[in-house]
């Protein structure tokens, strides 16, 4: 068994992994006091891993915190940390600087070269709203980077004198309140972004993980695959060719 362990800039993701297929996918805002405690009851109903990986682009302290939550439990435990290469499992990096890639968009790549035959457009709909583009026979095409649905929202309230901080309102259209308003504003900010971004790149088609994932397909004019463990998925790819 294998624990899969996703830290991004809101929530830690995790699954537990056997015979090469990624369990339920759990995840859990951080910023919550007694985070470490509460994760330890969560993952001390587990068996022993043979191994844990883990994919970090959020806090270092919280980082720290999980990584002490396994030790404690699994003393000696191996950790594979992956990071972003200039190739890897059949996907080239576009990046001028390989490493610089987010770890989640570079083992999302790779989940979706072996996983989805054809040409994606990856979005990861997290903290922040990331596409990467990935031609059909494994090149990574470069991407984008744009804020996320909550980070936009927060922006709003943190930057103006008025605006509140909204949740998500019933209706998605022409808003007739602040708040409708601003939740429809920045949802379409989101869907603008991935729909603009296929008008200029028409034969990709569009493969969404994070946590607004689903919530966007449900906006999008086009079609849209979502597979919230594809982050996970790549992770195990690493994992698996880290214990051959
Ligand atoms: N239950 C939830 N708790 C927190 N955020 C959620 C939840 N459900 C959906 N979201 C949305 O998901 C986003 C975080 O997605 P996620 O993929 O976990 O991000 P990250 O990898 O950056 O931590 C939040 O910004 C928020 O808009
Ligand atoms: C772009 C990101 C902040 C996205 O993080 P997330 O929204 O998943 O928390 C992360 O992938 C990152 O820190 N990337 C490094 C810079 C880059 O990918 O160019
Ligand atoms: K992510």
């Given at each position: 068994?294998?624990?899969?362990?996703?830290?991004?800039?809101?929530?830690?993701?995790?699954?537990?992994?056997v015979d090469g297929k990624v369990g339920d996918l759990h995840a859990v805002d951080y910023r919550q006091a007694g985070f470490a405690a509460w994760l330890r009851r969560q993952w001390q109903t587990y068996a022993t891993p043979e191994c844990i990986g883990v994919a970090a682009v959020g806090a270092p302290a919280v980082l720290d915190d999980v990584l002490r939550v396994a030790q404690s439990l699994w003393p000696g435990v191996a950790i594979v940390k992956p990071l972003s290469t200039?190739?890897?499992?059949?996907?080239?990096?576009?990046?001028?600087?390989?490493?610089?890639?987010g770890i989640d968009r570079w083992l999302a790549l790779l989940a979706a070269r072996r996983d989805y035959p054809g040409q994606w457009c990856i979005v990861d709909c997290g903290t922040a709203i990331t596409l990467d583009l990935l031609s059909e026979d494994g090149r990574h095409q470069g991407g984008l980077i744009a804020p996320g649905v909550s980070l936009m929202k927060g922006v709003l309230a943190f930057g103006t004198e008025v605006l509140p901080l909204v949740e998500r309102q019933a209706d998605f259209g022409l808003g007739m309140t602040t708040e409708a308003a601003i939740d429809s504003g920045v949802l379409s900010a989101a869907i603008g972004?991935?729909?603009?971004?296929?008008?200029?790149?028409?034969?990709?088609?569009?493969?969404?993980?994070?946590g607004d994932a689903e919530l966007?397909?449900?906006?999008?004019?086009?079609?849209?695959?979502?597979?919230v463990k594809l982050v996970l998925k790549g992770l195990l790819i690493c994992c698996e060719a880290g214990r051959r």
């Open positions: 068994m294998t624990l899969l362990v996703d830290l991004g800039n809101s929530r830690l993701k995790w699954a537990l992994a200039a190739s890897s499992a059949g996907v080239v990096n576009a990046y001028r600087f390989p490493d610089k890639l972004l991935i729909e603009a971004t296929l008008i200029r790149h028409p034969h990709y088609r569009l493969l969404m993980c994070g966007l397909q449900g906006l999008l004019t086009v079609e849209a695959v979502v597979d």
